[in-house]
């Protein structure tokens, strides 16, 4: 079964995708995508055409999101929001049935400790994955680490 992992952003939305076979998780690819924020504001077609490539080139099954549990910056949280809107049409779009994790809940799933930092997400992320380079960028490696918590938490069930 293909897993994507989708870590949305502003300027940059990291994405994972894994196969899970039995009780074996391997990455399949991750990168990121620009979303074109910036002077001319979100890029909300090219957007959802990259992400519709990705999709296309790897056909997950099931797909992974970031959930807006908290947010710190208030300027942030709209367009971030907006993004979240492109990323789950885009999805549904390619009837690709959607589990949303919070940050809390995709770091316990990894590391079994709900508060670990980005180091200890991405090393976990590397262990689970069997992975020895370094995921860049840190999108990416939260991208995995949220096809992961899906992998572990809904078809386990």
């Not at 492109?86 to 316990?108: D, G, R, S, W």
């Not at 709900?114 to 590397?126: H, I, S």
Request: hydrophobic share 40%; glycine share 8%.
């Amino acid at each position: 079964m293909i897993i994507i992992g989708i870590d949305p952003g502003t300027t940059r939305i990291g994405y994972g995708i894994i196969r899970k076979e039995g009780s074996k998780l391997s990455s399949l690819g991750y990168g990121i995508l620009k979303t074109g924020s910036g002077a001319s504001g979100l890029d909300y077609k090219g957007t959802f055409s990259a992400l519709s490539k990705v999709i296309s080139d790897h056909s997950p099954v099931v797909g992974s999101v970031e959930k807006l549990y908290f947010f710190k910056n208030l300027k942030t949280v709209i367009p971030v929001s907006e993004i979240r809107g492109v990323i789950m049409y885009a999805l549904a779009h390619h009837n690709i049935p959607t589990h949303e994790f919070t940050p809390l809940q995709v770091k316990q799933a990894v590391s079994s400790y709900g508060r670990a930092d980005k180091d200890q997400v991405q090393k976990m992320v590397r262990l689970i994955l069997n992975l020895n380079e370094p995921i860049r960028p840190d999108d990416a490696a939260d991208a995995l680490a949220i096809a992961i918590c899906c992998a572990n938490n809904i078809i386990a069930k």
